[in-house]
């Protein structure tokens, strides 16, 4: 009697002990996939980050504001004689 109950306490512990490796192994796969999900999100917004500067750099250029004037609102650069002061 008391042979059977140390085999069925043993084979009990070891059924919990490999269910709990089998819960351990799918939170760990779990957590790796989600950790490759941000990891994906954190490059495609670097790259977003990397866009918008350069847009932004490009933006402040006096060159490109320039041209931007003159091609597309049809703005000409005026002369120091063009130029009329306002008394108040």
């Given amino acids: 009697m008391r042979n059977s109950h140390f085999i069925i306490t043993f084979i009990s512990a070891h059924v919990i002990c490999i269910a709990l490796q089998i819960y351990k192994s799918n939170c760990f796969i779990e957590t790796s ?11 495609q917004l670097e790259q977003k980050k990397q866009e918008l500067t350069y847009q932004l750099n490009t933006a402040k250029n006096v060159s490109t504001i320039r041209k931007f004037a003159q091609h597309e609102l049809g703005m000409q650069p005026i002369s120091l004689t063009q130029i009329k002061t306002l008394s108040a």
């Fill in 33 to 43: 996939y989600r950790k490759q999900q941000y990891e994906t999100t954190y490059q």
